[in-house]
């Protein structure tokens, strides 16, 4: 069966550093990639879509890359800030978005 | 202001009881979907529609019912089969799901709780 694997021990890192996150999927072959933010008790929020004919994405200080012979999305944060502390989930497109369980991102001051 | 909501936010149900969650959108989506998120998980798809009239079962899709008689609105309701209610529920909307690659936008979730 599908399977969308994000880390699930939390990424902490220093403010101004850049945060790596990781989104695995076996099984599938997806046309594109999504990431979310998701803030405790709030719904996800849409940050970035990524093709399989795109290798790399950017949108300020957010990059996201997508390779489709490892099956592995990056999602990079740049500079980071305590603001950014949140929980990121990809997504893929299969009878409906399918999502990871996130990884959360604590930034410290 | 265009934007998708979710009713109650909080929502205590009794064993046995079933219980009916709100949804409405404006933004004139065609597709709609119901998740559930339970802590420290990611979300899991319980029913999708992707017009009106018509639904589709998602992963999680036992004990919990749907309708979709207009395309603004998709209700949710957890029924006495659902053994472990208790969960963050949340739902969604996206353009046209047949496109593939258009984002959702999702409502402010509803925390049900079974006492």
């Known amino acids: 069966s599908q399977k969308i694997e994000q880390n699930s021990e939390a990424l902490n890192i220093q403010e101004g550093k850049t945060a790596t996150l990781t989104c695995n999927y076996t099984?599938?072959?997806?046309?594109?990639l999504q990431w979310y933010r998701q803030d405790p008790g709030r719904g996800p929020v849409f940050l970035l879509l990524i093709r399989e004919n795109e290798k790399e994405k950017r949108k300020e200080r957010l990059k996201v890359t997508f390779d489709t012979t490892l099956k592995q999305s990056l999602f990079h944060i740049t500079a980071s800030q305590p603001a950014d502390s949140a929980t990121y989930l990809c997504a893929l497109n299969r009878r409906a978005l399918t999502f990871g369980s996130g990884t959360r991102l604590q930034v410290q001051p | 202001d265009g934007g998708i909501t979710q009713s109650p936010k909080y929502l205590f149900r009794k064993e046995g009881q079933n219980v009916t969650l709100s949804c409405e959108q404006n933004l004139n989506h065609d597709a709609m979907y119901w998740y559930r998120q339970d802590p420290g998980q990611g979300l899991r798809l319980i029913y999708y529609s992707q017009i009106v009239n018509d639904f589709q079962k998602g992963d999680i899709a036992e004990g919990y019912s749907v309708s979709r008689e207009k395309k603004e609105s998709f209700p949710l309701t957890v029924t006495s089969a659902q053994k472990n209610p208790t969960a963050f529920y949340l739902c969604?909307?996206?353009?046209?799901?047949?496109?593939?690659?258009?984002?959702?936008?999702f409502g402010q979730g509803t925390r049900l709780t079974v006492v």
């Open positions: 969604a909307s996206s353009e046209d799901r047949s496109r593939m690659n258009t984002e959702a936008f």
């Open positions: 099984n599938y072959s997806p046309a594109y």
